[in-house]
């Protein structure tokens, strides 16, 4: 994450602090408007599930992503402390907190890349350098990522973040003992239930009790990011299903009508379902129906471990709200 000063750290990996590699159990929290889940991996291990649980917080979050129960969250905290033994952990930083933009910047070499990025912040977003704490990818497969190549125009992707929204959280864990490195709650998710290595595009969509998230995923990173008004409460009135529906085709058809060859990495393939869905069966079968495209549930054990080989306790439904948590437990290691 970048400051005014701060140096480049993994977009993928580590958003703001120093991610859990020395602990025996690696911990995942999220952290939502309503509740915080947790789940770890033990022994820096992903090959079966450690600890997992759900503490109910109520009004955890603003709408805005902003912390609204402080004292709830540090009790929920306090607890998966307790409860786990961590002293690090990799959490969610909420998707509204983010500005999102894509870039062409000239450099003659991987390192040039914060200078180049940074004058161009303030011309993307509401907020000056000084207030933001910032990270990048570039826009291309993960080969090319991990071996970063010295030419002249690269395309980039930037993820923007309030710099006091993101001392509240760091203030927060910090008060209970423990060291919080972040991540973007959809590239959680991303990690979760997208196969590492996978570069085509995925519209990710997770529903919860106050609103829906839509994220398009591609080349393993969150290219945009967008809430709409449907809860998981109502998903059985028309009104609520045809809002959902048109909201996924809208991004389906955008993702679609680029004219250049080289935007075909951008157009989405299938949508993935997460979150505290009732009937997640039901609704997959209805909105592929509807919608024509293919409609996937998340598989949150995607990068952890084969279903052939372990049967974690958690239900296969169970675990769609958990998506979020798995990917920060895996964070450390993708």
Same mark, same amino acid.
């Given at each position: 994450?970048?400051?005014?000063?701060?140096?480049?750290?993994?977009?993928?990996?580590?958003?703001?602090?120093?991610?859990?590699?020395?602990?025996?159990?690696?911990?995942?929290?999220?952290?939502?408007?309503?509740?915080?889940?947790?789940?770890?991996?033990?022994?820096?291990?992903?090959?079966?599930?450690?600890?997992?649980?759900?503490?109910?917080?109520?009004?955890?979050?603003?709408?805005?992503?902003?912390?609204?129960?402080?004292?709830?969250?540090?009790?929920?905290?306090?607890?998966?402390?307790?409860?786990? +033994?961590?002293?690090?952990? #990799?959490? $969610?930083? &909420?998707?509204?907190?983010? *500005? =999102?933009?894509?870039? @062409?910047?000239?450099?003659?070499?991987?390192?040039?890349?914060?200078?180049?990025?940074?004058?161009?912040?303030?011309?993307?977003?509401?907020?000056?350098?000084?207030?933001?704490?910032?990270?990048?990818?570039?826009?291309?497969?993960?080969?090319?990522?991990?071996?970063?190549?010295?030419?002249?125009?690269?395309?980039?992707?930037?993820?923007?973040?309030?710099?006091?929204?993101?001392?509240?959280?760091?203030?927060?864990?910090?008060?209970?003992?423990?060291?919080?490195?972040?991540?973007?709650?959809?590239?959680?998710?991303?990690?979760?239930?997208?196969?590492?290595?996978?570069?085509?595009?995925?519209?990710?969509?997770?529903?919860?009790?106050?609103?829906?998230?839509?994220?398009?995923?591609?080349? +393993?990173?969150?290219?945009? #990011?967008? $809430?709409? &008004?449907?809860?998981?409460? *109502? =998903?059985?009135?028309? @009104?609520?299903?045809?809002?959902?529906?048109?909201?996924?085709?809208?991004?389906?058809?955008?993702?679609?009508?680029?004219?250049?060859?080289?935007?075909?990495?951008?157009?989405?393939?299938?949508?993935?379902?997460?979150?505290?869905?009732?009937?997640?069966?039901?609704?997959?079968?209805?909105?592929?129906?509807?919608?024509?495209?293919?409609?996937?549930?998340?598989?949150?054990?995607?990068?952890?471990?084969?279903?052939?080989?372990?049967?974690?306790?958690?239900?296969?439904?169970?675990?769609?709200?958990?998506?979020?948590?798995?990917?920060?437990?895996?964070?450390?290691?993708?």
């Amino acid at each position: 994450m970048h400051s005014a000063t701060r140096r480049k750290r993994n977009f993928l990996t580590d958003f703001f602090g120093t991610s859990p590699h020395a602990q025996k159990t690696t911990v995942g929290i999220d952290v939502s408007d309503d509740a915080v889940r947790f789940l770890s991996f033990p022994h820096g291990t992903s090959v079966r599930v450690g600890q997992s649980g759900l503490y109910s917080v109520p009004r955890a979050l603003s709408s805005e992503g902003v912390i609204s129960n402080e004292a709830g969250l540090i009790a929920a905290l306090s607890a998966i402390k307790a409860k786990t +033994g961590a002293s690090s952990v #990799v959490t $969610t930083v &909420p998707d509204q907190n983010v *500005s =999102l933009f894509r870039a @062409k910047v000239k450099m003659g070499s991987s390192k040039d890349a914060p200078a180049a990025i940074a004058p161009l912040i303030p011309k993307h977003t509401p907020l000056s350098l000084g207030d933001v704490v910032w990270n990048y990818a570039y826009v291309e497969d993960y080969n090319v990522r991990s071996n970063p190549r010295s030419f002249g125009m690269r395309e980039v992707v930037v993820s923007v973040f309030p710099k006091n929204g993101m001392a509240s959280f760091r203030k927060i864990f910090q008060e209970v003992g423990l060291t919080p490195s972040f991540l973007l709650r959809s590239q959680a998710i991303a990690h979760a239930v997208i196969r590492k290595g996978d570069t085509y595009a995925h519209l990710l969509v997770h529903i919860e009790d106050r609103y829906t998230t839509l994220s398009i995923i591609s080349g +393993g990173i969150v290219q945009s #990011v967008s $809430t709409t &008004p449907v809860r998981a409460g *109502s =998903l059985e009135e028309k @009104k609520t299903f045809s809002l959902l529906k048109d909201e996924i085709d809208n991004r389906y058809i955008a993702s679609h009508t680029r004219d250049s060859k080289k935007e075909s990495m951008f157009r989405i393939r299938e949508v993935i379902l997460v979150g505290a869905l009732s009937n997640p069966e039901e609704l997959k079968e209805k909105l592929a129906l509807a919608l024509r495209l293919p409609v996937e549930l998340g598989n949150v054990w995607t990068n952890a471990f084969s279903l052939d080989h372990h049967i974690p306790s958690i239900t296969f439904t169970e675990s769609l709200p958990y998506a979020a948590a798995v990917g920060c437990a895996l964070g450390a290691r993708l």
